[in-house]
C-alpha cells in the first residue's frame, strides 16, 4: 500500500510556470507506475501524464505535451510535474495517482490517489 499526498498548487498567471510534487509514503515507491490526472468543475476526471516505474517512459496527454513534464525520484518517493506555459484551462484540481500494474492513462486502473492540489490559472 502507499499513501500520497501532492503539494504545490497555487495561482499564477498564463504564461507562468508551477512545479507540482507528489510525496510518497512506503518502501516500494519504486514498484508503482504514477500518474497525474486534473479534474475541473463540471468535468470528468481526465489524464495528464504518466511515468513507468524506472521513469524511462513518460506518456502525455495532447493537451499539455511539450508544455509539461513528469519525472520521479525513487531514492526520495517522490513524483513530480513541471508545468509550464500554463494556460487557464489547466485549471483544475490535480491528483497524483499510483497503480500496480502498468502504465496506464483511465483513472479507474489507478489503485492509490492522492487528496489533490488545486492549480488556477488567471488570464
Known amino acids: 500500500q502507499v499513501q500520497l499526498v501532492e503539494s504545490g498548487g497555487g495561482l499564477v498567471q498564463a504564461g507562468g510556470s508551477l512545479r507540482l510534487s507528489c510525496a510518497a509514503s512506503g518502501r516500494t515507491f519504486s514498484s508503482y507506475y504514477m500518474g497525474w490526472f486534473r479534474q475541473a468543475p463540471g468535468k470528468e476526471r481526465e489524464f495528464v501524464a504518466a511515468?513507468?516505474?524506472?521513469?524511462?517512459?513518460?506518456y502525455y496527454a495532447d493537451s499539455v505535451k511539450g508544455r509539461f513534464t513528469i519525472s520521479r525520484d525513487n531514492a526520495k518517493n517522490a513524483l513530480y510535474l513541471q508545468m509550464n506555459s500554463l494556460k487557464p484551462e489547466d485549471t483544475a484540481v490535480y491528483y497524483c495517482?499510483?497503480?500496480?500494474?502498468?502504465?496506464?492513462?483511465?483513472?479507474?486502473?489507478?489503485?492509490?490517489w492522492g487528496q489533490g492540489t488545486q492549480v488556477t490559472v488567471s488570464s
Open positions: 511515468i513507468s516505474r524506472s521513469g524511462g517512459f513518460t
Open positions: 495517482a499510483a497503480d500496480r500494474q502498468r502504465i496506464a492513462t483511465t483513472w479507474t486502473e489507478y489503485d492509490y
